[in-house]
């Protein structure tokens, strides 16, 4: 049986498209999964396979990064608020002790 892909002619219809993920049928139509019909495209799949997946964890890796930035950063200003909130207490105070005449 002769390879045709989508740029080439012969006399086949069949048409060879690159699908992502393991394929469970050969371009010739034989079944892969309990077959001895393995080619090394399979591996190549699974090599395919498993970069998409070290992408994909890089990505949410990021994510997390910056999700922790955001966590730490949201810290920080609630810290700030509380600070202020104190000073703020404070200032007002001693302003209504001299208005008094406690100072």
Same mark, same amino acid.
């Given at each position: 049986?002769?390879?045709?892909?989508?740029?080439?002619?012969?006399? %086949?219809?069949?048409?060879?498209?690159?699908?992502?993920?393991?394929? #469970?049928?050969?371009?010739?139509?034989?079944?892969?999964?309990? %077959?001895?019909?393995?080619? #090394? &495209?399979?591996?190549?799949?699974?090599?395919?396979?498993?970069?998409?997946?070290?992408?994909?964890?890089?990505? $949410?890796?990021?994510?997390?990064?910056?999700?922790?930035?955001?966590? $730490?950063?949201? #810290?920080?200003?609630?810290?700030? /608020?509380? /600070?202020?909130?104190?000073? %703020?207490?404070?200032?007002?105070?001693?302003?209504?002790?001299? &208005? &008094?005449?406690?100072?």
């Amino acid at each position: 049986m002769s390879h045709v892909s989508a740029s080439s002619t012969g006399t %086949s219809t069949r048409v060879r498209v690159r699908v992502p993920g393991i394929p #469970k049928l050969c371009w010739c139509g034989e079944n892969l999964e309990n %077959s001895d019909h393995v080619f #090394k &495209w399979v591996d190549e799949a699974m090599i395919n396979e498993i970069e998409q997946l070290d992408f994909q964890v890089g990505v $949410l890796e990021e994510l997390l990064k910056m999700e922790r930035n955001r966590s $730490l950063e949201r #810290k920080e200003t609630n810290k700030m /608020m509380g /600070m202020v909130l104190v000073l %703020s207490g404070c200032i007002i105070m001693v302003v209504i002790g001299k &208005w &008094w005449g406690c100072y």
